[in-house]
Every structure is written in structure tokens, then in C-alpha cells.
């Protein structure tokens, strides 16, 4: 009997050790700091996925973790290749004539690098179309008029040609040409007959490298992923994604995402003291390729999928470096049960400003883990003025806000360690296109990962919308709507636009290499 009060006394030591955990994540600021600086160096040029500054990054990341006792996941080696389409490049031996006169290339015509390689002979203004258009209307404008029949567009964008051989990775519809005002102006004023178009493009691809490792034991009750990208736009450009396309600059994306990977490997060196006495095994992982369309994350959850060791929760960290009034946006907290309680529970120390969403989908590298059946929770500061511009640098980060970050994160890790395996539930998914713009939806979500040129890739469908109810599910890839071919997003998009609620909408997909025909209602 006199050992009750002891035994009393150690539950309620262990109670409080328990409810303690967030006082014993001490961030390094300075960790941080050296991190992050490391990645948004100048030298690393921004980081593009598929050049040697890209790889460099990679191995940085991984040589961190392995400091702080990570393994790799997938055999020995933590950097893990991937092929992709790095861009589409203008070749050479492009021509055009008109009325058998030659014009030159670069001085009256260019080739828009994302154009097919074909070759021409028509008449103007009947299978060819002369527009004056803005550069970035191209790739909708191409969809349109192959829908109505055209074989080529040339366009007049109000600028200067100027010599500019990449693009981005998509084949447009159909050839388009850039053409000089003076060439423009002559058209429109002359009565031009035949013409004759020579398109030589080429597709470059490269290699680039997802990055994961390990700590903790592998039968560990919960496994955990903490990932962020660390790829950016490279030196920027009209295909990158830059919000400055004409500036050619070191984009550094100090906060897009060298804040994320910084947090996710300060979030990993926090866990390594207690993942064992928490049951818990901790994956970091570091995606290449995010900017081209969550390519790296799509690869990874795929092959974890195969392998049957995919985390019981991915925690996504993208932009998280620019913190002002202590506010922080949580996603993804829908997507288990017990979710939103747990982040409220341990903000009552933390006491930032939470903004939470519920579905798990968006464009950032959750989307990919959660489609393939996981819970997720998204991390991130929000966007601001320097998003996808030069400016993107160092001097704007909230280092201390990132520690506290890093420091919450662990503490809703240990939190969650003590409430079993979180239970995935499905949300429905935002429209991504909207109503202003198109007048039906289908309640489906691209897979910005798909660039055969051959049709349109779903990546989820929407529970209750008509995609759904008329049997398409994720990974068909749309190749005809209403007997017309679908050949990329910008068809699908030109389709959609034409449509209206109430009509039947005929739809031919194919599915594990058979073509199927569906019948939606809209």
C-alpha cells in the first residue's frame, strides 16, 4: 500500500512529460539560416529541375540529413532519378514563303517553340488564320481554331520578335507563328494567296531526383512524411512560370521553396530525439520538379504506392518563410477525422493565427500524396508580392517565424503519435476552372503531369459531380468529347467552354490501354 503514491506520482510525472513535448522542440535558427542560404544561393542559379545546380541542391539535402542520422528509404542511395520533359526547343530549318516569296526567320517570322513539327501548304485566311493576340492567349487560341478547322494561326503579340528557341512542355494544337508588324501590316493590306510553312521543333529531356530518408524504426505504428520541393524557375523566361516571363534573372525562391525544405529537415533533426519513445518513423522528403506540375511527388507517391510503404500522413511545407502578424495557413485538416482538434490543441501554446481549409487537393505536392489515398496536412505562409519573381530572396525571410513552424509541426507530430493511425477521409475537390469562364463543369482535376500530346489526363474525379456519376474515374485519359479529338489541357478547355448544363456529352477515354465510351450528363 505504501507504493500507491509512488505509482501515483509516476503517472502523473508521465501525464505531464507527455503534455510537455512542444516545450522540448528547440529550433536552431542558425541551422536554418545556413540551409536556406545554401539553397537560394546565386550559384544554384534557381534551381530548375534537370540541371546540374538542381543535382547539387539535391545532394546538399540529402548530405543534411544523413548528418543528422537519416537512411535512405529505397535501396542505398537517397537521391532518387526521374526522366521528365525539361522544354520544347525551335530547331533549325524552319521556313516560310508567301506567294513563293521567302521570308526570314527571326526577322519576319518565328516559330513558336511549343508548335508540332509539320509541313504546310495552304491558303491564307482560309485554313491559316492572321491574329493580333497577346503571347499569353497562344496556347487557348491554338485549341480554339484547330477546333475550327484551321491548320496554322500566325500571330502578331504588339512586340519585337526576338530570338527565343525555348518553350514550355506542352505541344500546342497546331503550328503557331509569331510574325513581325511590318509582315503583319503587309497581310492585312495585300491580297495574299498561298503560303508555305516548314515547323522544326524538338523535345529535350533530362533527368532530375526526388530525395528520401529515413529515421526510426520500421515497424514503428506511424509513419510520417514531412516533404517540401526544392526546385524553382531557374533563370526565369516565358515558359517557366516566372511573373516577370521577360526578365532573364536568377529566380532564388528563397521563400518558393527554400523555406519548406529548411523547415522539413529542421522538423526532422527536432524528431530524432523522441521518434523511437514515440512510436514514430520519420520519412523527409525533398521533390524535385514541383514547379512543372508536381511531377517529383507524383513519381514518389506512385512508387511508394507499389511498394506498399506509403506514410500514414504526408505533411506538405511550401512557401513558410514569410510569417507577419504570427498568421499561418493550414490545409488538408478534412482529410482525417481529429484533425482540426489536434492543431487547436496545440496552438493553445503556440497561440498563431490559423486559417484552415479542409480539402487535401491544391497545387502543391499534398495533392499528389492524397490522391493516392493519404492523409495530409499543407503548411504555408501564403503568397505575396515576390512570388515567382527575382525578388524572391533571402532578406524577406521570417527565420524565427520558420523555427516556430518547425517547432509546431513537431509538437502536432507527437500529438498525433499518441492517437493511432489517422483514418483517411475524402473531401471533395475545389473547381478549378471557374464558372465565370466555363458554364458546365465536369468536377474533375488535371494531371499537370501528362505531356504525351495524345489526350488529357484526370487526375481525381469529384465525388457527385458528372464526371463521376457517368464512370470516369482517375487516370483516364480523355481522348475525344462529342467526336472531337483531345489532344492537351487547352482542347479540353476550348471543349468545355463550348458546353452547356443540361447537355449529354459523349466521351471516349482510354483506361489501362482500352478505349472506352462514356455518357455524361452535364
Known amino acids: 500500500m505504501k507504493k500507491a503514491p509512488v505509482y501515483l506520482s509516476l503517472l502523473i510525472c508521465i501525464f505531464f512529460w507527455q503534455k510537455s513535448y512542444s516545450q522540448n522542440f528547440n529550433h536552431s535558427e542558425s541551422d536554418i539560416k545556413e540551409i536556406l542560404s545554401f539553397l537560394a544561393d546565386d550559384n544554384l542559379k534557381g534551381r530548375a529541375a534537370g540541371t546540374k545546380e538542381d543535382k547539387k541542391a539535391a545532394k546538399y539535402i540529402a548530405e543534411r540529413l544523413e548528418e543528422h542520422g537519416f537512411k535512405p528509404v529505397i535501396g542505398e542511395k537517397p537521391l532518387i532519378?526521374?526522366?521528365?520533359?525539361?522544354?520544347?526547343?525551335?530547331?533549325?530549318?524552319?521556313?516560310?514563303?508567301?506567294?513563293?516569296?521567302?521570308?526570314?526567320?527571326?526577322r519576319d517570322f518565328m516559330i513558336h517553340p511549343q508548335s508540332p513539327s509539320v509541313e504546310i501548304r495552304a491558303i491564307l485566311n482560309n485554313s491559316v488564320s492572321v491574329i493580333k493576340a497577346s503571347y499569353d492567349s497562344i496556347p487557348l487560341l491554338a485549341a480554339?481554331?484547330?477546333?475550327?478547322?484551321?491548320?496554322?494561326?500566325?500571330?502578331f503579340t504588339g512586340e519585337e520578335l526576338k530570338e527565343q528557341r525555348r518553350g514550355g512542355i506542352t505541344t500546342l494544337s497546331l503550328p503557331v507563328i509569331q510574325i513581325s508588324e511590318q509582315l503583319y501590316s503587309n497581310i492585312k493590306s495585300d491580297s495574299v494567296s498561298?503560303?508555305?510553312?516548314?515547323?522544326?521543333?524538338?523535345?529535350?529531356?533530362?533527368?532530375?531526383?526526388?530525395?528520401?530518408?529515413?529515421?526510426?524504426?520500421?515497424n514503428a505504428p506511424l509513419k510520417v512524411m514531412i516533404g517540401a520541393h526544392y526546385d524553382h524557375l531557374g533563370m526565369g523566361g516565358v515558359a517557366s512560370g516566372s511573373m516577370?516571363?521577360?526578365?532573364?534573372?536568377?529566380?532564388?525562391?528563397?521563400?518558393?521553396?527554400?523555406?519548406?525544405?529548411?523547415?522539413?529537415?529542421?522538423?526532422?533533426?527536432?524528431?530524432?530525439?523522441?521518434?523511437?519513445?514515440l512510436g514514430v518513423?520519420?520519412?523527409?522528403?525533398?521533390?524535385?520538379?514541383?514547379?512543372?506540375?508536381?511531377?517529383g511527388s507524383r513519381s514518389m507517391a506512385d512508387t511508394l504506392k507499389k511498394l506498399d510503404i506509403l506514410p500514414d500522413i504526408m505533411?506538405?511545407?511550401?512557401?513558410?518563410?514569410?510569417?507577419?502578424?504570427?498568421?499561418?495557413q493550414i490545409g488538408g485538416v478534412g482529410t482525417f477525422a481529429e484533425a482540426a482538434d489536434i492543431v487547436d490543441s496545440v496552438n493553445t501554446d503556440k497561440k498563431f493565427t490559423i486559417t484552415m481549409t479542409q480539402d487535401g487537393y491544391g497545387p502543391s505536392d499534398h495533392s499528389s500524396f492524397y490522391t493516392a489515398g493519404v492523409p495530409v496536412l499543407y503548411f504555408t505562409t501564403g503568397v505575396h508580392k515576390q512570388y515567382h519573381t527575382p525578388e524572391d530572396?533571402?532578406?524577406?525571410?521570417?527565420?524565427?517565424?520558420?523555427?516556430?513552424?518547425?517547432?509546431?509541426?513537431?509538437?502536432?507530430?507527437?500529438?498525433?503519435?499518441?492517437?493511432?493511425?489517422?483514418?483517411?477521409?475524402?473531401?471533395?475537390a475545389p473547381t478549378t476552372m471557374s464558372r465565370a469562364s466555363f458554364k458546365v463543369t465536369l468536377g474533375v482535376i488535371p494531371d499537370f503531369t501528362y505531356e504525351k500530346g495524345d489526350g488529357f489526363r484526370v487526375g481525381s474525379v469529384s465525388d457527385g459531380k458528372p464526371a463521376q456519376k457517368g464512370g470516369m474515374i482517375a487516370g483516364d485519359i480523355i481522348k475525344v468529347m462529342n467526336n472531337k479529338k483531345i489532344s492537351n489541357i487547352y482542347e479540353y478547355m476550348a471543349m468545355l467552354s463550348e458546353l452547356k448544363a443540361g447537355e449529354l456529352l459523349s466521351i471516349e477515354v482510354e483506361r489501362e490501354g482500352a478505349i472506352l465510351k462514356l455518357e455524361i450528363q452535364l
Open 315 to 328: 505533411i506538405n511545407l511550401d512557401m513558410v518563410g514569410r510569417m507577419t502578424e504570427n498568421k499561418l
Open 81 to 106: 532519378p526521374f526522366n521528365l520533359i525539361l522544354y520544347r526547343e525551335t530547331g533549325y530549318g524552319s521556313s516560310m514563303t508567301i506567294d513563293k516569296k521567302s521570308l526570314v526567320e527571326w
Open 194 to 218: 498561298s503560303l508555305s510553312i516548314k515547323t522544326v521543333t524538338n523535345q529535350v529531356s533530362g533527368t532530375t531526383y526526388n530525395v528520401l530518408m529515413k529515421y526510426g524504426k520500421d
Open 281 to 295: 518513423q520519420v520519412f523527409v522528403a525533398a521533390f524535385g520538379a514541383e514547379e512543372r506540375g508536381l511531377i
Open 244 to 277: 516577370k516571363p521577360r526578365e532573364s534573372a536568377v529566380h532564388n525562391g528563397a521563400d518558393d521553396n527554400a523555406s519548406g525544405v529548411a523547415a522539413a529537415i529542421e522538423i526532422g533533426r527536432l524528431l530524432t530525439s523522441y521518434a523511437d519513445s
Open 393 to 428: 530572396d533571402i532578406e524577406f525571410i521570417n527565420f524565427e517565424g520558420i523555427g516556430r513552424i518547425s517547432e509546431f509541426i513537431s509538437s502536432l507530430i507527437a500529438d498525433m503519435s499518441s492517437k493511432g493511425v489517422p483514418k483517411y477521409i475524402k473531401t471533395e
Open 144 to 155: 480554339k481554331h484547330k477546333s475550327g478547322g484551321a491548320d496554322a494561326i500566325m500571330i
